[in-house]
């Protein structure tokens, strides 16, 4: 299972679009591919918590666990990673639910922007030493509909995201 990660809290952000639509198209291919928000209900990051973590902290850290490979859409915030991602990563290091994962970064952001936020997400998640591998599927809004989900042809680049985040980790998990 593919596990899909939205970095923005916004409900209607285009990251979160762009990971609905990749796994839509995944779906048709029968890859399964799961969103979750649960970081906009994690508490801040404490380390004396680290111990005794919230239950919303031990069920996030299970998902990112329990699945083969992590897609990622965040956006980025006065160049940098959005605070509540970054404390979502945070709460991942003692657990080790990231450790040696297969993980697609996806921008969407026209390009010469975002590049700051890349640079931020490929060092924090060296710390885990997850395989990282960046994909750039610039979105504008004429990719949209009216309801704000991305259409073709937009959606088959995501499809290949997928597609490719999901022979990653069935190599890593048959090694």
Known sequence: ??????????????????LRA?????????????????????????PDLEPFPSE????????????GGLLLAVPEYTFDIPGAFKNALDWTVGSG????KPIAVLHVAPAGRGE????????????????ITDHHVPITHRDRDAD???TDPVVEQLRTVVA????????????
Do not use: K, W
């Open 22 to 46: 990749a796994a839509n198209a995944a779906a048709r291919d029968g890859l399964a591919v799961t969103i979750d928000d649960s970081p906009r209900a994690l508490p801040h990051f404490n």
């Open 56 to 67: 919303a902290v031990r069920r996030f850290r299970q998902v990112c666990a329990d699945a």
């Open 97 to 100: 639910s990231l450790y040696r």
């Open 148 to 150: 704000g989900e991305i």
């Open 116 to 131: 700051r936020v890349r640079e931020a997400l490929t060092h924090v998640l060296r710390a885990h030493n997850a395989y």
């Open 1 to 18: 299972m593919i596990l899909a990660i939205p970095g923005s809290l916004r409900r209607s952000s285009i990251n979160a679009a762009a």
């Open 164 to 175: 490719q985040l999901a022979q990653r980790t069935s190599a890593s998990q048959a090694a």
